[in-house]
């Protein structure tokens, strides 16, 4: 049961442009959910994240955006660099039934070509 | 640098024996988790200590088990291994209890069952 899903598994784009990174989740109970950056051979890294009570947050390049309603979470990064290539996942955690840890997507593989 | 140490990087062994994975957390943190990934999936949450006690657990295996320590060091031990379990093993830590911050990961450790 994949309680959140990445159902982009590759993206590419031309440096410069936009990257869009979709992100949907089955659990209502899920209100905290995070961006990882993951390059090989290294372990993720905190990108951004964004709390159920907002709908978009923004940090630099990144945006985060919400739709609570569709249960779908996107992230934004604009201009895409080179050194943006890397593995994106998207994470959601909540109180009660989804437990005390991080549920995480599958993976969106981003090349960003110069 | 995370500053999450996990050792050993990298690790081949047979079916059926076990191993014990390691894993420093960042300084002052009290909590840890591991996850495990498998064949460029998702990362899988296993379980959860915070100072000492088991906090979560998820769909980790009897097979599998872990604790920390009073220095807040853990260890994963995996036993009467199996082809399948050949994944990439990561150690988080956070200062919290709850997935409402950033998790710091390590580089995780390789492990290969033949």
């Known amino acids: 049961d994949q309680q959140v899903k990445q159902n982009s598994p590759s993206l590419s784009v031309q440096e410069g442009r936009i990257s869009i990174l979709n992100c949907d989740y089955t659990?209502?109970?899920?209100?905290?959910f995070l961006w990882y950056k993951k390059y090989p051979a290294e372990g993720p890294t905190f990108l951004i994240s964004?709390?159920?009570?907002?709908d978009k947050n923004e940090d630099g390049r990144f945006t985060v955006f919400l739709n609570k309603s569709a249960k779908h979470l996107s992230l934004h990064i604009v201009p895409s660099q080179p050194g943006d290539s890397a593995v994106y996942f998207c994470?959601?955690?909540?109180?009660?039934?989804?437990?005390?840890?991080?549920?995480f997507g599958g993976g969106t593989r981003v090349l960003v070509k110069p | 640098d995370s500053g999450v140490t996990q050792t050993p990087k990298h690790l081949i062994t047979a079916t059926g024996q076990r191993v014990t994975l390691r894993c420093s957390p960042r300084s002052g943190d009290l909590s840890v988790y591991w996850y495990q990934q498998s064949l460029d999936q998702g990362l899988q949450f296993l379980i959860q200590y915070y100072n000492g006690e088991e906090r979560a657990k998820g769909n980790i295996l009897e097979r599998f088990s872990a604790q920390q320590f009073p220095d807040l060091h853990s260890e994963l031990n995996l036993s009467s291994l199996e082809l399948g379990d050949s994944a990439l093993y990561f150690c988080?830590?956070?200062?919290?209890?709850?997935?409402?911050?950033?998790?710091?990961f390590g580089e995780g450790s390789r492990l290969t069952v033949l």
């Open positions: 988080a830590s956070s200062a919290r209890t709850t997935h409402t911050g950033e998790l710091f």
């Open positions: 659990n209502s109970m899920f209100d905290y």
């Open positions: 964004i709390s159920s009570i907002k």
């Open positions: 994470a959601a955690s909540g109180a009660g039934a989804a437990g005390n840890k991080l549920t």
